[in-house]
């Protein structure tokens, strides 16, 4: 997992671009891929929610690409938050969420920024669909506001749903601590 100081970065728009470096990487090992991944969140600050999960999942591959993770979250009793375009997906997937509206829909409630800011969300999987000006604005203001609310944020739909399965399928006190020779 990789470790970014978008938090010292005042600002900045925490999203990755394909020339981004991280200022830290973590490898974990573990007996699969879900405690490897999960181990490897914990070490770089991620936090396993315990109550909601904000999606904006961006493009149509995008979205069919977090249905998985979307239906588990569901399953263990997240409460679903969503954008417009991924809350009509998920009602159509037959997963249940509450619209959470872009800060360039003031009149209609709830509003994604006031979750953040009310705590009732600790994790944001914001998967910005294109570049235009709108969703850039609306998706940076969302990022940014995780970021500076130390809320975490995952920008990446593959890295999004291994944690989310991490978690499901796992639970933290559980995780073994071994020695390396029992690798």
């Not at 009732?120 to 604005?137: A, W």
Request: glycine content about 6%; charged content about 20%.
């Amino acid at each position: 997992a990789s470790q970014f100081s978008f938090s010292r970065l005042q600002g900045a728009d925490p999203v990755l671009g394909v020339d981004m470096a991280s200022t830290g990487e973590v490898g974990c090992l573990g007996d699969d891929s879900s405690e490897a991944v999960l181990k490897a969140m914990l070490s770089v600050g991620c936090r396993v929610p315990k109550k909601g999960i904000l999606l904006s999942t961006g493009s149509a591959k995008q979205k069919t690409e977090m249905l998985d993770a979307a239906h588990r979250l569901h399953n263990h009793g997240f409460t679903i938050y969503a954008t417009e375009g991924t809350q009509r997906f998920l009602s159509e997937n037959g997963i249940p969420s509450i619209p959470a509206y872009w800060p360039s829909q003031p009149d209609r409630h709830p509003q994604a920024l006031q979750l953040l800011h009310d705590k009732q969300v600790d994790l944001v999987v914001n998967l910005p669909k294109n570049f235009s000006s709108t969703e850039l604005s609306n998706g940076y203001k969302v990022r940014r506001a995780a970021i500076d609310l130390n809320i975490p944020l995952l920008t990446n739909a593959r890295l999004a749903s291994a944690f989310i399965d991490a978690f499901t399928t796992m639970n933290v006190a559980d995780l073994p601590i071994k020695s390396w020779d029992e690798y």
